[in-house]
């Protein structure tokens, strides 16, 4: 009964399921590491799967595609770095201004310019010669079988880890998030380095749209995402603000999803009580382990001022 | 698989209840069952499963089992992964929608409504029936069928009441409640005395018709309960049709090849009148 | 309001014990009604701590709370307002956005019922406020407040809410000389009718001024308890300190070198939107110090900031070295050779979640020997350049990886010392450098001044604690209202003329006084 | 063409339209005003929406529906409290579950117990003898015409302006919200002012629920409020943690709705670009226009913990 579960397709689906959130919530966990909350990233993440979608629908090249995800994401990112830190405006409301402009601006653009759903050939999956034929434990088919922006969502969490934690920017990104008064009597330009962290995060707020319109679904509609970017927000709380603690919650949270669809593949009848309270009580027992020695940035959503 | 009861798979994006396009496939196989018996029918329904990916593996799992005589793979989305899998799975039937296209392979069958179909008499009969001369649309968004059941509709208008005005509102949203109801306000203020609609946020704007009492045409499903003295006419979808279709076609052998469309003539499509 | 009076509150055995820390050991105290009490202490002594158990934060992990003999239970600041006993906070504890009177009425029952009943409060406040000759307008949100308003309105509220005996942690920390001569009046009056104080202060005269008791608090265990005419300045810092203490330091004479630093008319906007710093022009020379006096709020915090480069300047022009750095941001400043120590440590001078190894490189990370490339961090060379620096400026902390926010205040105010000296700064900006800090650390940062100015570092030393400024200056700016408007020599300075200067007075009317 | 357009429906759909988030939104504020923010508003009115709902289709009486609206309303605000005040877990994802939990619970037992939509007599419109008759503007239409909860969720505004500023409990709201530290110095204890705010606001997150199942659209289905209460957070912000503030941030919201829909019942043809734009653009005017002397809880999110 087990072995039927959690089968090598079960992780092979809750890596994948994962993508979308571990490539939205790293992007955010730099600009709330650096006193930015971005509630924004649903919208960015729907401009960035329609305009990837709609470049490859068009031009057949997945490289084109990538690409406008990429420059669609930091248009936005920046724009939201020019809202918070320039207008310093209120975060919480002006993310909810970009997240409805995202998704309305994406769902009339493809009105407009595609109209009913298509689906183009997104990335495909990779062979990795030997790695992706490990039988043992289905290693092959779980991690080494995937196409590319999976991998570089995964690649992506050490590096995001090293560059915060070991060089310069990251110390800035820190110290900005901290304390922005020390920082900046200390010469850090606060406002360059917030602007250069939102829009990090919305470049990569625009790979996680394009990974879900060209390399995981291959197909965009009208809010593809369907609030996935709010949970992404949700998980870098989840996470105690480090990348491998945003890692280890899209996989925790994308292993449940992997595990309730698995159960209906195979006809097994488990209460449907499970399924809906299941999301609840795991975020209920991560809040009461997540350790207090958090990382949370003092000053987030404050904007900042010199002289105050 | 030939021997032993007919094994059908299923994949789906949404959830099997979600009073729509995921639950009228699922409800279809439940009637299959219901008419062949358990004994000679099983099947296996994967809902949720809007990660393409994720439906691929479940396809092709299904397919290397060579356990299924049939796998369905409801949504638009899958089109490119039956496109991949189907060649290399011969003896066993695909069946995919909604879409018309069979990729020219042997063992595809595709299946779509004609929503526009029932549009045109909704519409017909609403022309007729309207006093006002004013008719009151909402819709969710411009796609898919409901796109061809509004303008099927307008058409029907036209027909049968040329001067009548069909007014439309797409409120951009499947599931705002609220929303539908006060664009149903919206039409009832300014005149309209027959309202229609489609998406599963219609629930508000016949609640609207109810108490203003103005007539209501359904599409998708049957509304009648709810609707009460103000439903008029309702399109209902039956994709046990196709089913029953494909399922007798695959017992004869014949693995594919064809696209099915929900008709008022195949009875696919069914006007169900309220009571 | 509570009208009951307490005779003689005794503390018996009280221990309390923090995470790694034994906070408060086994000590015994005990306060009379009609006289002060004094605690004193060097920093983390246990002196708030101790107090905190008084009135209801903490619980004290063992020992008794005994009000004129019976045992009080203190469970919560609720209970021990009940019991008639009140506190002034070292960090006071207003809320900002809110009225003084409105403060005031915060946690009090009203006259009608569940409606608020402010005008009521604030008549009451006018009363008490004239019956103590302490000035507060009752219907101002208390962020407009100065410093010492706040702790105006801190006393009224105890006194409103009818507070037997009154805890006072350091309420002189931030009090001008005048305002602590008002403080004093207000303190004697209440003895006299029956109060009984709690006094808190690091400053030995005011201590020996006007408290009837001391008690010494070392390392958390209570080394004596003496009357008042039995104590002087020099056994008081040896029993806080546990050695011999220098209370007056040697010092060259002076030999200014070149000009460092010079403002020309420089005029600034406050926080408060008003002009807060109006056409100042001062220069400071190599190897001097120069002190800048002045009560709270006179614009000496919008002259550090301008020089640091944090605050625009609406007028004038500011010279480093002879370059015009007028308008230049901070890291400019940096570059240039100037260091500052900020007077809010805490907020503006380091990162409090921060190790201290991180915040003694926060400055120059950026910079070899630090960083390998401009991009990655030398963790190796920031290991070794950080153990240097604690052995050498003698911070007491667990290690150069322990988060700042664990470290007393003392030891704070030595790493910023530490990072900003280890700069080898041309210009030295010190806004009140040993603000809150014990006689042991204030000692060690005075000398560390003094020593840079050996080196020739030009000093601006702005504080306000006139002890200090006499006690380092070479030459003394007053500051009143945004404007510089005296100068006297330093070295033997006569108080008073010197308050009544910080108090608008100008250097002609009081040398014709004199 | 304006009188045509800007006739005394839209004004009364607007009032209509506006009575929820009037609910939702001053609940949050109460939490809010007393640093505690809840993102579960939305699950909170679902599960209000059905209980009520399901209690009217059960029993067929008004009252029972609004008490079991209220009951239920108060169990969730209570359970949020004591996961944010006694518990102390991050607001942000605790909200994401109550929301998860409220979503899932409320569509599983109307699965359950109901099965397919069905709609019951909710709140009737009441007759106010004169005033309903005022033609004069459309004043009657407009202001005289709804059911008793739309009236009550706008007579609960002056009510809550009143309680936050002129109230001993208000003033301990505001003090907690503002400086925890020094509330609890002055004897207030900080959790119970928290843990009342925090169950008023559930109470009227019912509330809220209800005056949608049984009072305007008189149906229930899943997912009823699609994102409503969310919405309802973001409009404590723009109307800066007042009472007032909010009424017209939900008024302008509902406003530009009700015209939307007016705009495309009479046949006019608009860009749809205008549709897309239109919240963005109020959201950023809002904010340039938005008074910065705000009432902002500097508390808020911030668990209290004594001696820290
Ligand atoms: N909440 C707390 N948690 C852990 N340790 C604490 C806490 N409060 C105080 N301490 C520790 O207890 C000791 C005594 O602190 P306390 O604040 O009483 O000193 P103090 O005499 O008031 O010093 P200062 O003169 O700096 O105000 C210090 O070592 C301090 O670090
Ligand atoms: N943004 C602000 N606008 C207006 N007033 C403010 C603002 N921020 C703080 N204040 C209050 O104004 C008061 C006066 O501030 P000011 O800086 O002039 O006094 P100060 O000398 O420098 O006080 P301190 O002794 O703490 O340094 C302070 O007590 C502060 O609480
Ligand atoms: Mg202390
Ligand atoms: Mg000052």
Redesign the pocket.
């Known amino acids: 009964m087990i072995e039927q579960i959690l089968t090598a397709s079960v992780f092979a689906s809750m890596i994948r399921l994962a993508t979308p959130y571990i490539f939205a919530g790293i992007g955010e966990t730099f600009g709330q590491r650096s006193g930015v909350l971005n509630l924004g990233v649903d919208g960015i993440m729907l401009m960035g799967a329609f305009f990837s979608f709609y470049t490859v629908y068009a031009t057949g090249s997945l490289v084109l595609g990538l690409l406008a995800a990429l420059l669609i994401g930091l248009l936005l990112g920046l724009t939201t770095a020019f809202i918070s830190v320039t207008l310093k405006a209120e975060q919480g409301i002006s993310g909810i201004g970009m997240y409805l402009f995202g998704l309305g601006m994406s769902e009339l653009l493809f009105q407009k310019l595609i109209g009913t759903p298509k689906s183009v050939s997104g990335f495909p999956r990779l062979y990795i010669p030997v790695l992706s034929d490990i039988q043992f434990l289905g290693i092959g088919e779980i991690f080494f079988n995937h196409n590319l922006l999976v991998y570089l969502a995964f690649f992506l969490v050490p590096v995001s880890a090293f560059v915060l934690n070991r060089t310069t920017f990251g110390l800035m990104i820190r110290a900005v998030g901290q304390n922005p008064e020390a920082a900046d009597a200390m010469g850090i330009n606060v406002a360059r380095v917030r602007y250069m962290t939102v829009t990090l995060g919305g470049l990569f707020s625009g790979l996680a749209g394009a990974s879900l319109s060209i390399a995981l679904l291959n197909v965009f509609q009208q809010n593809l995402t369907s609030g996935l970017g709010f949970i992404a927000v949700a998980l870098v709380y989840f996470g105690r603000w480090k990348p491998f603690g945003v890692l280890a919650g899209a996989l925790l949270f994308s292993f449940v999803n992997a595990l309730q669809l698995q159960v209906s593949a195979i006809g097994l009848d488990i209460p449907s009580e499970f399924a809906v309270m299941a999301p609840y009580v795991i975020t209920i027992i991560a809040l009461v382990f997540a350790s207090k020695q958090t990382e949370k940035p003092t000053a987030l959503t404050k904007p900042f001022e010199r002289g ?1 | 698989a030939q021997d032993g009861p007919f094994r059908v798979a299923a994949v789906a994006p949404s959830a099997t209840n979600d009073l729509a396009f995921s639950q009228s496939m699922y409800d279809a196989l439940l009637a299959i069952q219901e008419e062949m018996g358990a004994d000679n029918f099983e099947f296996v329904f994967q809902e949720g499963t809007f990660v393409v990916d994720d439906a691929a593996v479940a396809i092709g799992e299904w397919a290397a089992s060579g356990e299924y005589d049939l796998i369905i793979a409801h949504g638009s989305q899958y089109g490119s992964v039956v496109e991949e899998i189907a060649p290399r799975f011969p003896e066993i039937s695909f069946a995919w929608g909604t879409d018309v296209n069979t990729f020219g392979l042997d063992n595809v069958y595709a299946y779509t409504p004609a929503a526009d179909e029932g549009g045109f008499i909704n519409g017909v009969m609403a022309g007729l029936m309207t006093e006002s001369g004013v008719i009151g649309v909402i819709g969710p968004i411009e796609v898919g069928d409901a796109k061809l059941y509004v303008d099927g509709f307008k058409e029907g208008v036209a027909a049968s009441n040329p001067d009548a005005q069909v007014l439309v509102t797409y409120i951009q949203s499947f599931s705002d409640v609220p929303l539908a109801t006060e664009a149903a306000n919206a039409h009832i203020a300014n005149g309209a005395d027959i309202l229609t609609g489609t998406a599963q946020m219609v629930v508000g704007p016949i609640a609207v018709a109810k108490e203003n009492g103005a007539r209501w045409f359904g599409t998708q499903s049957s509304q009648a309960e709810l609707a009460g003295e103000a439903g008029v006419m309702f399109q209902v979808y039956h994709w046990e049709v196709v089913l029953r279709d494909i399922i007798a076609n695959i017992k004869d052998g014949k693995m594919g090849g064809e696209s099915y469309v929900l008709t008022l003539q195949n009875g696919g499509l069914v006007m169900e009148s309220a009571k | 309001m509570n009208n009951r009076r307490i005779q003689h509150l005794q503390m018996q055995g009280i221990v309390k014990r923090f995470p790694g820390v034994l906070a408060v050991n086994h000590v015994d105290f005990d306060v009379r009604a009609g006289e002060i009490h004094a605690l004193l202490g060097e920093n983390g002594a246990g002196k708030s701590t101790l107090m905190k158990m008084l009135y209801g934060l903490y619980h004290p992990d063992e020992g008794r709370i005994l009000i004129d003999g019976d045992e009080a239970k203190i469970r919560s600041p609720h209970d021990a307002i009940q019991q008639g006993i009140g506190m002034i906070h070292q960090h006071f504890m207003l809320v900002p956005s809110l009225t003084v009177a409105e403060n005031i009425a915060l946690g009090m029952k009203s006259s009608r019922g569940l409606v608020l009943d402010l005008d009521v409060v604030s008549k009451r406040v006018r009363r008490l406020s004239e019956q103590y000759n302490l000035k507060v307008n009752p219907d101002v949100p208390i ?5 010492g308003e ?1 702790q105006r309105v801190e006393i009224l509220r105890a006194l409103y809410k009818g507070a037997a005996l009154l805890i006072l942690d350091e309420p002189t920390a ?1 009090l001008t000389p005048q305002e602590v001569d008002d403080l004093f009046r207000i303190l004697r009056k209440m003895t006299e009718e029956g109060h009984a104080l709690i006094f808190i202060s690091h400053k030995l005269h005011e201590v020996l001024a006007i408290s009837s008791r001391i008690t010494v608090l070392r390392d958390g265990q209570r080394v004596d308890t003496i009357p008042t005419e039995q104590a002087t300045k020099l056994k008081l810092a040896q029993m806080m300190v546990g050695r011999p203490v220098v209370l007056e330091y040697e010092r060259h004479p002076c030999q200014p070198g070149d000009e460092r630093l010079s403002l020309s008319g420089v005029s600034a906007i ?4 008003d002009l ?1 710093l109006k056409e100042v022009s001062l220069a400071v020379y190599g190897g001097e110090i120069v002190g800048v006096a002045g009560v ?2 006179n614009g ?2 919008e002259l550090a900031q301008v020089i640091a480069g944090l605050r625009p300047v609406t007028g004038g022009t500011i010279h480093v070295g002879g370059l015009n750095v007028t308008g230049k941001p901070p890291a400019a400043m940096n570059v240039l050779g100037v260091s500052y120590i900020p ?1 809010e440590r805490m907020e503006d001078g380091v990162i409090k979640e921060f190790t201290v190894s991180e915040n003694l490189v926060l400055q120059d990370h950026g910079r070899k020997p630090y960083t390998r490339g401009g991009i990655f961090l030398n963790f190796h060379v920031i290991a070794k350049t950080c153990k240097e620096a604690i052995r050498a400026y003698e911070i007491k902390t667990p290690g150069a990886d322990t988060p700042v926010k664990s470290l007393s205040g003392g030891n704070i105010q030595k790493l910023v010392l530490a990072r900003e000296l280890s700069r080898r700064p041309k210009v030295l900006i010190a806004a009140q450098p040993t603000r809150g800090v014990d006689i042991g650390a204030t000692e060690y940062i005075h000398r560390r001044l003094l020593e840079e100015r050996s080196k020739g570092t030009a000093i601006l030393l702005i504080s306000e604690d006139l002890d200090e400024i006499m006690a380092l200056s070479d030459r003394i700016l007053v500051m009143y209202e945004g404007r510089i408007v005296g100068e006297v020599p330093g070295g033997k300075v006569d108080v008073r003329r010197l308050g009544a200067m910080m108090a608008g007075a100008t250097l002609d009317s009081v040398e014709e006084k004199a």
């Open positions: 105050e | 962020w407009q407040l100065a410093v706040q931030v406050s926080d408060r939107g807060g709270s709020g000496q915090r007077e």
